[in-house]
């Protein structure tokens, strides 16, 4: 316990300097180092990490959250999806010409839970950019995964009898997730009202800010039992020990990669702030 809570302590000492400079190089820096990590954590769960054909041409997409404010937001929407195909075929033209070939479904498993991830990563620097590079919509994503994961396991605690799904994560049950879904859902809310009192932002309506917190905490969930899943499939309890007591970057982030894509897909289509 002692030594979850110095890692959890030391993560935030990280973690928040780079959300509060996230209109920096810092938070570039960041993004960029969570998706390498999050890419070799899924070479070495599938045990890729040291096939250096297929490694490389999935270290490419990492680059991916550097290009927003590389070249802007607007170009970047204009050369994401030929990107990721130009990703997809280098990948998939090494691992044709690869003489030792391993195993097709762990090399395509490691893209595609990397490009999810790396996507997800990217997203976070998409949101950093909105409002001129405010670091509060930004926030929220990390916001949705605290609130989900804390509310979720206190509600669980106390309430919990049904299992959510225990073929994937025994501990987790169905009023824990109702749990936090509803107080990240009441946080969205009290966060948006503080924007718009002290940050002069502009809130739309609050009601869509609760069906945004409500499907960010439904997202939250369901992120964090695929990656589970994942790792059941391989018979590992982590992705990685960067973080002792928690685990690997995908450990940590599983639900806010997907929060993030989520998040910025809501945001785009409603205009909520």
Do not use: Q
Not at 54 to 63: R, T
Not at 66 to 80: E, S, W
Not at 230 to 243: N, P, Q, T
């Amino acid at each position: 316990m002692l030594v979850r809570t110095i890692s959890s302590i030391v993560f935030l000492m990280v973690v928040i300097p780079c959300i509060l400079l996230s209109n920096t190089s810092l938070f570039i820096v960041f993004t960029f180092f969570l998706s390498l990590a999050a890419a070799y954590e899924m070479l070495k769960c599938n045990g890729l990490h040291k096939n250096v054909g297929v490694a490389i041409s999935i270290y490419l997409l990492s680059a991916l959250p550097i290009l927003p404010r590389l070249i802007g937001v607007d170009n970047f929407y204009r050369i994401a999806f030929p990107l990721v195909f130009v990703c997809a075929f280098v990948f998939l033209s090494v691992y044709t010409f690869l003489r030792n070939k391993p195993e097709l479904g762990k090399a395509v498993s490691s893209w595609l839970f990397t490009a999810y991830a790396v996507i997800g990563f990217t997203s976070l620097v998409i949101l950093a950019e909105l409002r001129g590079g405010a670091w509060h919509i930004m926030f929220l994503p990390f916001l949705a995964s605290w609130i989900t994961d804390t509310f979720a396991l206190i509600t669980g605690m106390l309430f919990g009898k049904h299992k959510l799904l225990p073929s994937v994560s025994p501990k987790k049950t169905v009023e824990g997730a109702i749990g936090g879904s509803l107080f990240c859902m009441l946080f969205f809310v009290l966060y948006a009202f503080l924007l718009n009192r002290f940050f002069d932002f502009e809130i739309r309506s609050y009601l869509l800010i609760a069906i945004c917190g409500l499907v960010c905490s439904f997202v939250a969930i369901v992120g964090d039992l695929v990656f589970s899943a994942v790792k059941r499939a391989s018979g590992i309890k982590d992705f990685g020990k960067l973080m002792p007591g928690h685990g690997g970057i995908l450990d940590r982030f599983d639900s806010l990669v997907s929060i993030s894509i989520v998040l910025l897909m809501f945001i785009s289509v409603t205009n909520i702030f």
